[in-house]
């Protein structure tokens, strides 16, 4: 039975936001447990190309949403291979950080936003192009606020990148690829670079100044570019079909097709707000959708700097993705906020 749902006015809202140039196109679905139940796809690909429409197989560079697809996944894999305690401290598990400031952060404070890192990543201006010199820094830097308070930081998602290769002896591409996408027939998920034939598909970015082109199958985040296309923060590329397949199995972990290294405890322990009275009020690594804060609404989202975002809601057995790539016009965040919540309210009415 489908949901029910008014597509008209989630075409018309998304076809608004292209005509207003908020973005040059859009892809969307909406689901649920037993899988897609309604999609579509809306303005074009690129606008140097006015004749070739967004697709539904269109690429996206899904930018944070990396943090959820790589890092969250792959982190459950190792919390439930029992190779990590959320709350042990990080310098029991990692003498890399040993005798440094991250030592005594835990890995439940990062996926909280919680841990007192620096606001903003800003690894070339600090560390260099080094890579080792990069992760070096990184992992002995400076605490910048007390642990508690709930301020979103990219570095998290890198931090914890790291651990999760330290834990597991692989790099966070193969490690995510292993355990999260092949498992789940994500087929075309990985990390970039990308291919020139699957570059083609993907949805452009912003202009580079560097090369006076649009960004296309390379990051769009300089962090990730800066470590060769893998990192926490940023640098997976995706389609909808995979996100949708991925949101469905976090709604149905157990289902016989499909066996990720995580499952029920660890997406159940995750939407639920582990930060108490702070503001915002966080999950792990997923947040409350703006809005929905009651207990009832239960909807849960992450979104990616470029123009994505894929929402879930356990209670109401929905999921949804809208993935766009605003940053061909604009880093004006505002307009794009005005679409992302208005689909989310008609995506879970």
């Not at 196109?25 to 690129?46: E, F, I, K, N, Y």
């Not at 999760?164 to 790099?171: F, P, T, V």
């Amino acid at each position: 039975m489908a949901l029910d749902l008014d597509t008209d006015r989630i075409h018309r809202l998304l076809h608004d936001g292209a005509h207003n140039k908020i973005y040059p196109g859009a892809v969307w679905a909406v689901g649920d447990s037993r899988g897609t139940q309604a999609s579509g796809s809306t303005g074009v690909l690129d606008p140097e190309r006015p004749d070739e429409p967004m697709r539904s197989d269109t690429v996206f560079d899904v930018a944070s949403l990396t943090k959820i697809l790589a890092v969250w996944s792959s982190i459950g894999c190792l919390v439930e291979d029992g190779k990590l305690q959320l709350d042990a401290p990080l310098g029991d598990l990692w003498s890399e950080v040993s005798g440094h400031p991250l030592a005594q952060v835990t890995a439940r404070r990062l996926l909280t936003h919680t841990a007192g890192l620096p606001l903003r990543a800003n690894l070339k201006n600090l560390y260099g192009t080094d890579q080792q010199d990069v992760r070096d820094g990184v992992l002995r830097e400076a605490l910048h606020r007390p642990p508690g308070e709930a301020v979103y930081t990219d570095r998290a998602a890198l931090i914890l990148g790291y651990l999760a290769e330290h834990l597991s002896g692989q790099r966070l591409d193969a490690l995510a690829a292993e355990r999260v996408w092949r498992p789940l027939d994500m087929a075309q998920t990985c990390f970039g670079p990308l291919s020139p034939d699957v570059a083609a598909r993907c949805a452009p970015t912003e202009l580079d100044d560097g090369t006076g082109t649009y960004l296309k199958g390379t990051a769009h985040g300089f962090s990730a570019r800066l470590l060769d296309g893998v990192c926490g923060i940023a640098g997976a590329f995706s389609v909808l079909e995979d996100l949708a397949a991925f949101l469905r199995y976090l709604l149905n972990p157990n289902r016989l097709n499909a066996s990720p290294g995580f499952g029920a405890d660890w997406i159940k322990e995750s939407v639920q707000i582990h930060t108490g009275e702070l503001n915002p009020p966080r999950g792990l690594f997923w947040h409350p959708a703006p809005g929905t804060t009651s207990e009832a609404d239960d909807v849960w989202v992450h979104y990616g700097f470029t123009g994505t975002g894929m929402w879930l809601s356990p209670r109401k057995d929905r999921w949804a993705a809208l993935l766009t790539n605003k940053l061909y016009y604009s880093r004006d965040r505002e307009p794009l906020t005005r679409v992302r919540n208005e689909f989310r309210s008609l995506a879970f009415a």
